[in-house]
T-cell receptor
Framework: KNQVEQSPQSLIILEGKNCTLQ??????????LRWYKQDTGRGPVSLTI?????NTKSNGRYTATLDADTKQSSLHITASQLSDSASYIC???????????????FGKGTLLTVNP | EAQVTQNPRYLITVTGKKLTVTCSQN?????MSWYRQDPGLGLRQIYY???????DKGDVPEGYKVSRKEKRNFPLILESPSPNQTSLYFC?????????????FGPGTRLTVL
């Protein structure tokens, strides 16, 4: 069964500090891995997308890594800001058989709170 | 501005009263999808559509219907809502064919069924 597990479930850090969120997956056949940021009550917004051949991708203060051998990814946030408070969702894409469509498997997210 | 819109944003209804949540995108995307998000469960796909008149079930389709008569619109229909359909619903769209294409989400519709 395709699964995406995220840890920790929640995290509280002080403004200016760094943090790393983890994602382990068992999705097959793997196509790509995405990290989304979801502010409370709003739709998820894409941060990074990585395919099998990419092991790191940056978007400003956000850096995602991917180890396709161990099926693990991490999202590192540098110099956190109050606006980083959100849920961060790891999403793994698998190609559906026989077409160009992809099935997304969503993790449950890590709720990050950045305090002043 | 490229966006996915949903209406209504908030809805409180009673068991059995048919309702429709609309979704529209202005990016000419082929693929559209509906998700529900519940505490502790993450996002789960209800239905998806790969193009006009092409729809298919996701992981949790029971109690829902969809239609895709136009490329830009993908309404979600609850023929006889029940309290277990109380949830936060998201519509999303993306182009087809490119594996790294971003999926764009709407702002969400919070539905309460009493």
């Amino acid at each position: 069964k395709n699964q995406v597990e995220q840890s920790p479930q929640s995290l509280i850090i002080l403004e200016g500090k760094n943090c790393t969120l983890q994602c382990n997956y068992t999705v097959s056949p793997f196509s790509n891995l995405r990290w989304y940021k979801q502010d409370t009550g709003r739709g998820p917004v894409s941060l990074t997308i990585m395919t099998f051949s990419e092991n790191t991708k940056s978007n400003g203060r956000y850096t995602a890594t991917l180890d396709a051998d161990t099926k693990q990814s991490s999202l590192h946030i540098t110099a956190s800001q109050l606006s980083d408070s959100a849920s961060y969702i790891c999403v793994v894409s698998a190609r559906r058989s026989g077409g160009s469509n992809y099935k997304l498997t969503f993790g449950k997210g890590t709720l990050l709170t950045v305090n002043p | 501005e490229a966006q996915v819109t949903q209406n209504p944003r908030y809805l409180i209804t009673v068991t059995g009263k048919k309702l429709t949540v609309t979704c529209s995108q202005n990016m000419n995307h082929e693929y559209m999808s509906w998700y529900r998000q519940d505490p502790g469960l993450g996002l789960r796909q209800i239905y998806y559509s790969m193009n006009v008149e092409v729809t298919d079930k996701g992981d949790v389709p029971e109690g829902y219907k969809v239609s895709r008569k136009e490329k830009r619109n993908f309404p979600l229909i609850l023929e006889s809502p029940s309290p277990n359909q109380t949830s936060l619903y998201f519509c999303a769209s993306r182009p087809l064919g490119q594996e790294k294409d971003t999926q764009y989400f709407g702002p969400g519709t919070r539905l309460t069924v009493l």
